[in-house]
């Protein structure tokens, strides 16, 4: 069983943070889908500092979506802890550092990615963070800067004895972005190198292949992104219902909590996006995808699904 500090989770999967999608909603959902605990999409420092209402939007959450962790990113160290110590007031469950993202918006300022390549600040970031809040503190690393400049291990070493209670790392470097394939070793030499729970991500695509990567370098759970999008049954071991009925029906439950949430009027592209992204590679999908994206709101868009409905039914 995964455990972090006092935490012990119902599953070892664990929803990866996307800057755009794991809000509320898919957070819930693949909660409910058995996800251990989920991560939410990356929050600046500066907005929680200066109470940017997107940045407080961000922040919503609703006990039976717990556990879950709010991710941070950011450079400076002071603006780091009083931020982190806002977003502990908002009482997740954990919080974790991003110095991962390789997003140049993000590490033009040295923060995300670029934190591995400047491990003093990372480490002051870090140390006083953990003496500040009293929630666990995870980070989320890459493999390093560049095949040349492999650090994973030092640099989770370094988070260890700053106070993290573990470590996610994603086993491609930041040169990489998302392309090319994960080096498995990396993982394998954070495990190796410190005693707290390590996380392994990057390309998992079904419960199976979690728990080969769990087996292959040690580490104690597995984070699971894109694979997740218009996919939140990854968390499985059945994964992803074969019949056109289930599928949609997981796709309105999703329709249903963005509703809840979410005004789903005013991000009414958002929604469509997110619809579609349950048919891709189905038969039929880009008729799907071109009705989806035809409906006017949100009632015309259910009822487009409703249709869907019946094409399942005359295919089955
Ligand atoms: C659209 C998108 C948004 C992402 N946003 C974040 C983020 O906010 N914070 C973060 O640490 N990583 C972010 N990532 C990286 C993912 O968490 C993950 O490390 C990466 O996608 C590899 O895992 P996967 O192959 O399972 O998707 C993002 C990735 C994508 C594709």
Redesign the pocket.
Known sequence: MLRIAHLSFSSPLIL???????DLPFRLLCRMHGAGYC????ISCHGLVYQQEKTLEMLKSVDHEKPVSF?L?GADPETMVDAAEILASYKPDMI?V?M??P?KKVTKNGA?AALMTTPDIAEQILTKICAKVSLPVTV?IRAGKDSTHINCAEFAKMAQFSGVSAI?I?G?TWAQG?SGT?EKETISAVKKAVSIPVIG?????SFRQAQKLMAETGCDGV??????LGNPWVFTPKGRPSTLGEILSGAVTHLQLIEQHLPAERIIGYVKSQMCSYFKGLPGSSRMRKEIFSAENIVDLKHTMETFEEFSNTNE
């Open positions: 990866a943070p996307l800057a755009g999608y794991t991560v939410s999409e990356m991710q990113f974790d991003n991962g993202c997003v995300g989320k996610a994603h491609r998302f994960i991500n990057g390309d998992v695509h984070m699971i992104g894109r694979a997740a």
